[in-house]
């Protein structure tokens, strides 16, 4: 395969700062009528492999700032709001049935027209991974990320999901090649795949990374290539200790910085769920156990935890002593087949249990399902001010592009607790 060809960021258009292109200069109606049949398909009868892949440490420092990429301007607004508000969701990739992510997108990008940040528009897009189907190809960019997309005007932060990781011997390329070329170049690049497309190439430190923004600092963790059945992992023999590491040395950061009066929310993000009750996706014992250890070892906890990875939307409360926290599965963001929640095993099916469900975890915490929502797409709109963090899930409904809100909540970062 030829190498692939990539230019600076010239003409800029829409929001941009440091060389930065965000959105097409004007919205332009969606066509994905000219996509064929196996653009559609993504290649989804080559068989993937089952093994763990390691992969390339950040590069260092393992963090950016959203000033990095924001104009000052900007920044200086959301400053003077006294709050900022992100959009997150997962498992975005339009293949089958486009038209399904197609209408999240552009429910997203409608929330940013004619909004400034005092009155509530969002600074940037969190995705939480399976950006490509099936096996994160470079091909299959245009399709799944810079077309839907075109028209957000903002800038695009993401974890790769197994799905970007993923490989297979019959087309020999490189795991998360495609994520790393479009997501953690070292300046804004114009990739061959973006074609006529004006949003250029983001410059994260690399899969993992911490995004420094007024109000919130997120970490974000790759929990590699497993599917299924199987756990995700953020360390061990294969993929190595380096991202653990990461994670440790971030939360006693954080942990230093609380102490000395930086009361920013704390969330973390990766892409394999600790708790799911999904009838497709196992929860990730490893990755909460690992999360755990770090935590515990630097003296902090974090406010929420996001996830994507099973096809539907769950909230769970976990309380490990006095503290409540959001564990919130969002992996509704265009993916064709919505999951489902486990039914119990009988005939005649029997309907899955209607929340709060609370069971107990490893450490015998107590952790009670809030929400599900297994037939909705979607996205979060989140909310952080210096004293809460304010979640909706924002249902698009993929016929008629209605959108409604569902499931809000809120987390008080001075009491530690989740209401309702």
């Known amino acids: 395969m030829p190498a692939k060809k990539k230019t600076k960021a010239k003409q800029p258009a829409g929001n941009t700062a440091g060389g930065f292109v965000f959105a097409d200069p004007k919205p332009t109606p969606d066509d994905f009528s000219g996509f064929s049949k196996q653009d559609i398909l993504a290649d989804s009868k080559i068989k993937a492999a089952t093994h763990l892949e390691p992969f390339k440490p950040s590069r260092k420092p ?5 000033d990095q990429v924001l104009p000052a301007a900007d920044v200086t607004q959301i400053k003077a709001a006294g709050s900022i508000v992100f959009h997150t969701v997962g498992d975005t990739g339009g293949i089958k049935e486009p038209s399904k992510q197609f209408a999240v997108a552009d429910a997203l990008a409608n929330d940013l027209d004619g909004k400034n940040y005092a009155k509530g528009r969002p ?17 299959y960019y245009y399709d799944q990320f810079y077309d839907p997309y075109r028209d957000y005007d903002g800038p695009i932060f993401a974890i790769p999901g197994n799905h970007d990781g993923m490989t297979s011997p019959s087309l020999g390329q490189k795991s998360l090649a495609g994520f790393v070329d479009n997501f953690c170049t070292k300046t804004p690049e114009k990739d061959a795949e973006a074609q006529q497309f004006a949003r250029t190439t983001m410059t994260q430190p690399g899969v993992y990374f911490t995004l420094d923004a007024p109000f919130v600092k997120i970490i974000g963790l790759y929990s590699n290539t497993s599917e299924g059945g199987t756990e995700g992992v953020i360390s061990g023999k294969v993929v190595g200790n380096a991202q653990l590491t990461f994670l440790q040395q971030q939360l006693q950061t ?11 929310a704390l969330i973390i993000a990766v892409h394999h769920p600790p708790f799911t009750g999904s009838a497709d996706h196992a929860p990730s014992s490893n990755v909460l156990r690992d999360l755990d250890g770090a935590c515990d070892a630097a003296g902090i906890l974090p406010d929420m935890v996001l996830s994507g990875h099973a096809h539907m939307y769950e909230r769970y409360t ?12 969002a992996g509704m963001g265009g993916y064709f087949n919505l999951g489902g929640f486990k039914r119990i095993s009988k005939k005649p099916p029997v309907p ?12 015998n ?19 952080v001010t210096p004293t809460t963090i304010k979640s909706t899930f924002v249902t698009v409904d ?5 959108i409604a809100e569902k499931d809000p909540f809120t987390v008080d970062l001075n009491h530690h607790t989740v209401t309702p």
């Open 62 to 66: 393992e963090v950016l700032s959203l």
């Open 123 to 139: 600074a940037f897009f969190y995705h939480l991974g399976d950006v490509v189907y099936y096996l994160g190809q470079e091909r």
């Open 254 to 264: 954080a942990s230093q910085q609380r102490n000395n009066g930086d009361r920013r």
């Open 318 to 329: 976990r309380f490990v002593g006095t503290t409540q926290i959001p564990f919130v599965v």
């Open 352 to 363: 899955a249990p209607v929340p709060p469900i609370t069971e107990s975890d490893y450490k």
């Open 365 to 383: 915490n107590k952790v009670t399902m809030k929400a599900y929502d297994d037939l909705t797409f979607g996205y979060l709109r989140v909310t």
């Open 398 to 402: 993929p016929d008629t592009r209605a």
